[in-house]
């Protein structure tokens, strides 16, 4: 008996979760940055080791422009969901607002080596190089990115 309600204690705690974590996505989904922020803050105030919540707080605060902290809620994701390549993604164009290229060229080529068909990957890729001056590369990159269109 007690073993069942720990489990539906668990499970409440993951549907509220969930629920706070569609709120929020919606609410960015809507330009609605900052709501959406408060909500994904409560929604890690529940679970701190969702990587979801982490990347879509990211999302959030890139929306917001605060970059840096956007930066580290992505590495929070990756902490925990390494093989997410979308947030290698992120992490490679908040790195590129925050002019710090050679990083962001980094994790666009980790995010290459987990999924080799991602435009996003390949045109950040390129941007990153561009910034670099290696024209050639980005352009290269570029390329890549509208393969298959």
Not at 3 to 19: G, I, P, T, V
Not at 58 to 67: E, H, I, S, V
Not at 82 to 105: K, M, Q, T
């Amino acid at each position: 008996m007690k073993l069942h309600r720990l489990n539906n204690a668990a499970k409440s705690e993951l549907d509220e979760l969930d629920q706070l974590i569609l709120h929020g996505i919606a609410f960015v989904a809507d330009g609605s940055y900052q709501q959406g922020l408060a909500i994904l803050d409560q929604a890690v105030y529940l679970q701190q080791n969702n990587s979801a919540t982490w990347y879509h707080r990211g999302d959030a605060l890139a929306n917001l422009g605060r970059y840096g902290e956007a930066l580290e809620s992505f590495e929070r994701s990756l902490a925990i969901s390494p093989d997410n390549a979308d947030a290698w993604v992120f992490c490679g164009v908040v790195l590129i607002h925050l002019e710090r290229y050679s990083e962001a060229l980094e994790r666009c080529d980790r995010a290459i080596a987990l999924e080799p068909a991602n435009r996003e990957a390949w045109t950040f890729r390129g941007a990153a190089l561009q910034n670099l001056g290696q024209y050639k590369k980005a352009y290269a990159s570029y390329q890549k990115a509208t393969q298959g269109k």
